[in-house]
T-cell receptor, first 114, second 109 residues
């Protein structure tokens, strides 16, 4: 079966712009979680969506937001980009919510803010 | 607070050597996974192992939930094993998965 698909794979944006990343989970999975990975901070949890509802949120500013559609596909948006937002953004797909079931990751979107 | 600690942070091996990576966690868990991050950034699932022992080829893992640790064993290491190994934990009642800082492994030919 198809894995987790993230688009785009690479992005270059300018400070102050906004960006939208997309994640399509494994068929049948209703939970999508988003993570930011930077060399200095490691893998940090952004938020999780399950059945179109945000279930949990990490310690990130309000510039980071997300949503989930009825087909379980999820998007995350970062507004007013800062240089420090440059990172690898990973999404994870799982059957159930709250970190209780096995998670599968996409290939990530590498965002560079210049 | 809730913590996931991995050791060692860095490991250099000669091809063919064996190694043990450790993950300590601070509270009871309902989910524990080991991942290998490849050079392109993708996290590859190795084991889903909230308790017990599993083996997959040259890799095996053991989680002792009552003592709050998990071990990942790599035998007869190969250069393709190089990369970063992460332990990720879902704590009971925690509602999210927390990653350790990872162990960076380099296998020399």
């Amino acid at each position: 079966k198809a894995g987790v698909t993230q688009t785009p794979r690479y992005l270059i944006k300018t400070r102050g712009q906004q960006v939208t990343l997309s994640c399509s989970p494994i068929s049948g999975h209703r939970s999508v979680s988003w993570y930011q990975q930077t060399p200095g901070q490691g893998l940090q949890f952004l938020f999780e969506y399950f059945s179109e509802t945000q279930r949990n949120k990490g310690n990130f500013p309000g510039r980071f937001s997300g949503r989930q559609f009825s087909n379980s596909r999820s998007e995350m948006n970062v507004s007013t980009l800062e240089l420090g937002d440059s990172a690898l953004y990973l999404c994870a797909s799982s059957l159930s919510t709250g970190g209780t079931t096995e998670a599968f990751f996409g290939q990530g979107t590498r965002l560079t803010v210049v | 607070g809730i913590q996931v600690e991995q050791s060692p942070p860095d490991l250099i091996l000669q091809e063919g050597a064996n190694s043990t990576l450790r993950c300590n966690f601070s509270d009871s868990v309902n989910n524990l996974q080991w991942f290998h991050q490849n050079p392109w950034g993708q996290l590859i699932n190795l084991f889903y192992i909230p308790s017990g022992t599993k083996q997959n080829g040259r890799l095996s893992a053991t989680t002792v939930a009552t003592e709050r640790y998990s071990l990942l064993y790599i035998s007869s290491s190969q250069t393709t094993d190089s990369g970063v190994y992460f332990c990720a934990v879902g704590f009971t009642g925690g509602f999210k998965t927390i990653f350790g800082a990872g162990t960076r492994l380099f296998v020399k030919a």
